[in-house]
């Protein structure tokens, strides 16, 4: 090979080569930070959803918002992130909760949804573990509570601190309600001045222990003894409570407790389960629907619970895993239609909720949507409402 | 808003420019020394060296697939991990979750974890019980060579699996007397100190090798508290309970029955003893993840038996490893935790090899039993033992035709396998796995290769069982199966032009359609499940281009670009991208040889990541740079190197920081 031909040989093959070492380079400036999202202003409406959304092998998550009126406008996949969220709101304000091993709470205007207004950590410095944060219960503009699963102690923090230092205020100290000092608080309402705070005291390996209501004066921030326990609270006959509900029309709170669930074949399911009421000035307590025990469960463990009236109200009964029906019942007189509605049956259903309009929104993760259903019919809508792709897990409403 | 990052950005670059120039006066020094052409090899290029093969071992130069081989002097001489190792190689990705001793997996053109079978002397590691295999638990003190098979695997190593196998080959006796002894210290108290020897005393060789490698890896990085979008309480901290320590001894004696019968023994004890951090980096957590390892392999190898000539290897593999998960303070999962895992293999392989005058056929035959016995060692939860019985016929032609221009290479594979399960009814599972290979040698320097299979992945005990509160079983799970289909070609010049004494290139199209892929889903109570819900179409291009110049320098350019697409008819994944590689991705490395001063320069670009399924969150994209420079002085052989010199902070997983810079040096003195 001549001297000439080689050089020219090598010298292409450098270019070549150089040009594929700058491939690399001219991927531009590209920007690693988190992307700040705008979202368009959503039309006024007599209330707006705002949906949790999921994906269906929990790689990651995202917020969705829709107006309650029709014809609906929903915007999905605002602010993605972790699988592992819950959304709650103050009417003015989405408060995203990112939970397991995430702890921390973000605050968006409703108004532009896309923009964090604060970010706060519920961890304080000196805990290790996860605080994993279940439920932001909104008192005031200057007041809420924080109901961490994975510690004894709830926070009161102030929702319009601009400052991590200013966010939390106190602590109310719930540790006396479970023998490993972790009561699993779970969710939190607030009637006539008083927090009530649902409490699962999960053993070590996850096993529902004896579960109780703290009452909360919040005037104080301190526990109301109620007289039902040497430990203030109240126990109550369902394990494993999940949703609190108020109804004004029965002046009762419903709590729904869905037992244990089964996991085959390391452990089977247990029906301790049902349907509570929850006198808020007395404390007394009477069981309005009961799951049965391992011979006889109608619906399965019950899941779920949305009050529409004083006669109408629904729960989800877990017949396995996405084996959901919805059922309703009468909150009055505990009757079920053991009929499913609007034919919701043999679904993966994670959160049914009531807007102020009076209508049932089924979030169904099987539809990758919400039905919604009216409570006069039961008869569902015929368009599902497309939460985009992610699945909705947790349904709040601004009114 | 993006002027900072920008800027960051453009200071990266620099590191890059650098490196363009760097290779311009590399391409100067080219031309003023084109006329000083010397005769010894300086660079160790990657691409299948020969070496003598053992029968039941791959012969690459009958091996129709596209491979790559690391040797052991690639890094011999560097405080560095496998994972680290094959990193920069075409194809190939990693992922880890912090530094030295985390967590490592990698992918295989864009194949899952999973999917990659990782062999030590041809002896499978991946267990039955699932999960990626963890690269951090192979030292590479007693390893001489590493091979990288992608798409399809060579029937010798008997399983095979949809993204390909890396093969680690230990240290070999049987020639000249050789050492070692290697001492190394860096920063986060990093120190590795290791030895070999070898020799053959008439008809007795053996080695022996040990290792122990240990890091506080308390690097800096940055703590954002969770709160990702709040910088006001992030701050500078270093890791916390992260340092870990491992231990690796290598026994291997091999026997010269005569000439045609060899007896081999080996055995490997690994033991690592890892702290895993909490996201938050706590300081009070002190959860650990222990690893003990015992393998032996026994085998017999006989050539020229009988009329016929027959080749045989008959080998007979032990593996035990024992797991601890220690988090009983409940610091990073949820609840208490402490747990052991020990799965036991044994397995008998057999390879019999017919050469005849323009083909050589090939019988292997595996035998196994695998026992997995997870327990809760705070006795809460029942003990749920599984055994998996698997047996496996090979059948493999090596065909020359064409005036031995053609290569032809079909086989296939019969398994039938058999899970016993304590409390439920055991599933048997059978599948045939086809395939053929082409390998065109159409002159001295370029050959042609096809390959066209079916590969199939087993569900894991994992999967089948799912896992206390967490996972519930599905015992009707499918295996997946890939078609893995790949085009392509080999260019090898030696001594070719006056001034590159060795070029290198090799190109391969490649494409995979994967079905039934086992997906955990969730409900709406967070409780998962496998399900066969996935398929996903791969179609890639990778490129390995390696030159050696004027004896003096070496140039290593890998780069792959692959398209992953989800085919699940879920709408919240569907035409999506695969979660976990990166779509793009280029290494560079450029080394140097001055007498007895070698710096080299390596430079690693990936980009095209997201961390989940339905593409709304994206991965950073990476970009490290290493240098570093080795002196050999009679016997010892200094090596000084810095790892990510810009300092990047990195996550393959989100949550998970890797060392920034970091400083390493070694010591190796031959015996």
Not at chain 2, 446 to 459: E, S, V
Request: net charge negative.
């Amino acid at each position: 090979m001549s001297s000439k031909y080689s050089k020219n040989i090598l010298q292409r093959f450098s270019i070549v080569l150089l040009a594929l070492t700058v491939l690399p380079l001219l991927n531009g400036c590209q920007h690693d930070e988190d992307i700040v999202e705008t979202v368009d202003p959503l039309p006024s409406s007599s209330g707006h959803a705002i949906i949790s959304t999921v994906a269906s092998d929990f790689s990651s998550g995202a917020t969705s918002v829709v107006t309650v009126d029709q014809p609906r406008t929903v915007v999905n996949d605002i602010s993605p992130t972790i699988s592992d969220i819950t959304v709650t709101t103050d009417g003015k304000n989405i408060y995203r909760i990112e939970r397991f091993n995430a702890d921390n709470i973000t605050k968006f205007s409703l108004e532009n949804p896309g923009v964090a207004i604060w970010q706060y950590s519920t961890l304080d410095s000196g805990e290790v573990g996860s605080s994993n944060p279940h439920d932001f219960v909104v008192a005031s503009d200057s007041k809420a509570y924080i109901l961490r699963y994975g510690k004894a102690k709830a926070w009161v923090v102030n929702p319009g601190a601009t400052t991590a230092a200013d966010f939390k205020t106190g602590e109310i100290d719930l540790g006396a309600y479970d023998g490993d000092g972790v009561p699993n608080m779970d969710k939190g309402i607030i009637v006539d001045g008083k927090l009530f705070i649902s409490m699962q005291a999960l053993d070590s390996s996850w096993a529902p222990q004896q579960a109780y209501v703290a009452v909360i004066d919040i005037a104080t921030d301190t526990e109301i003894a109620t007289g039902k326990s040497v430990i203030n609270g109240i126990p109550l006959p369902v394990t494993s409570p999940e949703k609190m509900h108020y109804s004004a029309a029965t002046g009762k709170i419903y709590i729904q407790g869905s037992g244990r669930l089964g996991f085959p074949p390391f452990t089977a399911a247990e029906y301790n389960g049902g349907i509570i009421t929850l006198d808020p000035n007395t404390y007394e307590i009477n069981m309005i629907v009961d799951d049965g025990d391992t011979s006889s469960h109608p619906y399965g463990n019950i899941a779920d619970l949305a009050i529409v009236s004083a006669t109408k109200g629904y729960f989800v009964g877990y017949n396995g895993w996405s084996d959901n029906t919805l059922y309703s019942f009468n909150p009055t007189t505990g009757d079920v239609n053991p009929t499913a509605v609007a034919n919701i049956f043999a679904k993966n259903i994670a959160d049914i909720e009531v807007d102020a309009l009076g209508k049932l929104w089924v979030a169904s993760q099987s539809d990758f949507g919400v039905i919604v259903v009216d409570p006069v019919t039961d008869i569902s809508e015929d368009q599902i409402i497309s939460t985009g792709g992610l699945v909705p897990d947790t349904i709040v409403f601004t009114q | 808003m993006y002027v900072t990052p920008c800027y960051v950005f453009i200071l990266m670059r620099f590191t890059d420019i650098g490196l363009l120039l760097l290779g311009s006066l590399l391409y100067a020094d080219i031309i003023m020394a084109a006329e000083a052409v010397r005769a010894e090899a300086v660079v160790v290029t990657a691409i299948a060296e020969a070496t003598p093969v053992v029968t039941g071992e791959v012969d690459e130069e009958l091996n129709t697939g596209f491979s790559q081989t690391l040797t052991r002097a690639q890094f011999d001489t560097r405080i560095t991990s496998l994972a680290d190792t094959i990193a920069q190689q075409s194809g190939i990705q990693v992922r880890k979750s912090g530094g030295f001793g985390s967590f490592s997996s990698a992918t295989l053109r864009g194949a899952s974890s999973q999917q990659v079978l990782i062999f030590i002397d041809g002896l499978l590691l991946n267990g039955a019980a699932g999960g990626g295999f963890d690269l951090s638990t192979i030292s590479l003190s007693d390893v001489e060579r590493v091979e990288i098979y992608r798409g399809s695997t060579p029937a010798s190593l008997g399983s095979a699996s949809i993204g390909g196998a890396i093969n680690i080959r230990t240290l070999k006796g049987g020639g000249e007397d050789k050492g070692n002894v290697t001492l190394g210290y860096g920063d986060f108290n990093t120190q590795k100190y290791s030895a070999f020897y070898t020799t053959k005393p008439g008809r007795l060789d053996y080695v022996l090798s040990a290792e122990r490698f240990s890091s506080d890896n308390d690097f800096e990085f940055t703590n954002n508290n969770g709160t990702r979008l709040n910088p006001d309480d992030d701050s500078l901290e270093k890791r916390n309970n992260s340092d870990f320590k491992q231990n690796n001894i290598l026994l291997k004696f091999g026997y010269d029955l005569d000439k045609d019968r060899r007896v081999d023994l080996m055995a490997q004890w690994f033991e690592k003893q890892q702290k895993i951090p909490v996201w938050n980096n706590h300081p009070a957590a002190d959860t650990r993840f222990d690893v003990e390892r015992l393998q032996s392999q026994l085998r017999l190898i006989s050539n020229n038996v009988g009329s016929y000539g027959f080749n045989l290897s008959n080998t007979l593999e032990y593996l035990q490893t024992v797991e601890e998960y220690d988090d009983r303070n409940g610091s990073v999962g949820l609840g208490q935790q402490y747990d052991q895992n020990i799965t036991t293999t044994i397995k008998f392989r057999s390879y019999t090899e017919l050469p005849l005058d323009f083909q050589e056929l090939s019988l292997i035959v595996e035998l196994g039993e695998e026992k997995y016995q997870p327990t809760d060692l705070l006795g809460r939860n029942i003990t749920i033992d599984s055994k998996r019985r698997s047996a496996t016929i090979g059948i493999e032609d090596k065909l020359f035709v064409l005036n031995d221009k053609l290569l032809v290479n079909p086989a296939i594979s019969v398994t039938r396998s058999n899970d016993s399960i304590t409390l439920s009814e055991g599933v048997s599972r059978s599948y045939v796995n086809p395939r053929i290979g082409l390998k065109y040698f159409s002159n001295n320097w370029l050959t042609l290769k096809n390959n066209l299979g079916r590969y199939t992945r087993q569900p894991s005990f994992y999967e089948l069982l799912g896992d206390r509160g967490v996972f519930i079983g599905n015992s009707e799970l499918k295996s997946e199966t890939g078609i893995n289909f790949d085009i392509g070609f080999d260019i090898k010049l030696v001594n070719a032009f006056r001034n590159i004494s060795n070029l290198s290139w090799q190109t391969s199209l490649f494409y995979s359609d994967v079905k039934d892929i086992i997906v955990r889903t969730f409900n709406s109570r967070g409780i998962g499940k496998s399900e066969n819900i996935d398929q996903a179409e791969i179609t890639g291009i990778e490129n390995i281009l390696q030159v050696d110049l004027v004896n003096k320098f070496s140039i290593n350019f890998n780069a792959t670009v692959q398209n992953m697409v989800n085919e699940q008819n879920n709408p919240t994944f569907k035409n999506k991208q695969l979660p976990g590689r990166f779509k793009w991705s280029y290494s560079t490395r450029i080394g140097y040889r001055h007498g007895k001063f070698s710096p080299f320069v390596e430079h690693l670009y990936q980009s095209g990541m997201y961390y989940d399924s339905p593409n709304i969150l994206k991965a950073p994209n990476q970009n490290f740079v290493n240098v570093g420079a080795s002196w050999k002085v009679d016997r010892a052989t200094i090596t000084f190197e810095i790892n990510n010199v810009t300092d990047r902070e990195v996550e393959d997983f989100r949550g998970f920081p890797q060392p920034g810079r970091a400083f390493f040096s070694t010591l190796k003195i031959d015996v």
